[in-house]
């Protein structure tokens, strides 16, 4: 199994930036690819970024040129460095492991943009 922690969201106002982090544990050998997700109030919970085990790199349209993800193998964590933050980018952030057949996903971490 593979436990993930979020952290790092909160309020920021139109344009400002917030970087989340999550930590994994567990059977991090497993893991394929790191991913973040974002679930807005009735929406559906949609694809933000993902980064392989090599390195390799995925990202929705509406992010793209604005938000960064990152990984340090050796703190076992990734990271989404979100810039120029839009209203519409409010949602529950959530992390997800790529482990094939399974999918593990963390808690969850708000973000809200105020305009």
């Known amino acids: 199994q593979v436990q993930l922690v979020e952290s790092g969201g909160g309020l920021v106002q139109a344009g400002g930036s917030l970087r989340l982090s999550c930590a994994a544990s567990?059977?991090?050998?497993?893991?394929?690819?790191l991913g973040w997700y974002r679930q807005a109030p009735w929406k559906q919970r949609e694809l933000v970024a993902t980064?392989?085990?090599?390195?390799?790199?995925n990202y929705a349209d509406s992010v793209k040129g604005r938000f960064t993800i990152s990984r340090d193998n050796a703190k076992n964590t990734v990271y989404l460095q979100m810039n120029s933050l839009k209203p519409e980018d409010t949602a529950v952030y959530y992390c997800?492991?790529?482990?094939?057949?399974?999918?593990?996903w963390g808690q969850g971490t708000q973000v809200t943009v105020s305009s």
């Open positions: 997800d492991a790529d482990v094939g057949a399974l999918r593990y």
């Open positions: 567990g059977s991090i050998h497993s893991i394929n690819a």
């Open positions: 980064i392989t085990s090599s390195g390799s790199t």
